[in-house]
């Protein structure tokens, strides 16, 4: 039997253009304090873009820390969409999605799934079955994408994104 398959991961998994562009900018405003070793970090994730096909983080030949990743990367909640983002034709997410429409057989994790039944069935291509693996993991994946987790570093994160898009302090206190 003939078929295609694709991996999905969630779009945090992939480099983001537009923010790898940001994040050389002299007044760039970051969720986590970046290492010294920045600079140096975000040239080699600028020569894994232009060489890169998939944008895959996996696929990196030297990994990056945590907080230069987040500097790179995007979440759903940050990403504009591909019709709104200067880089939205070159986007890494969107070329992966466009191959999970192709495909056969998508396979995604847990986590992405979820993130698919919370988003009203947005975030995957239709599909007619589902085969989950270690599914006893299943449930405390589905509790942490179903749940709310309010934290000091969430506020802190929220915070960040607002002013990205230009939100103040100022815009949010009462006339």
Known sequence: VRFSFALLKGRANYLCRAKLQAAG???????????????RQLEH?????????????SELAHEVNGATWAAVSSSSIECPGK??????????AEFARDRAREASILVV???LYCAHLASGANVLPDHDLVVF?????????????????LSPIGLRQ???????VGVTRADTDPV
């Open 25 to 39: 900018a002299p007044d760039a405003l970051f969720e986590q304090p970046v290492a010294a070793n920045f600079p």
């Open 83 to 92: 019709a709104d983002c200067p880089e939205g034709d070159a986007c890494f």
């Open 133 to 149: 693996d270690e599914a006893h993991a299943l449930p405390d994946v589905a509790t942490n994408a179903f749940g709310l987790d």
């Open 109 to 111: 994790n847990h986590a």
């Open 158 to 164: 929220l915070a960040t994104q607002l002013r990205r």
């Open 45 to 57: 994730l600028r020569a894994f873009a232009e060489h890169s096909t998939t944008g895959d983080r």
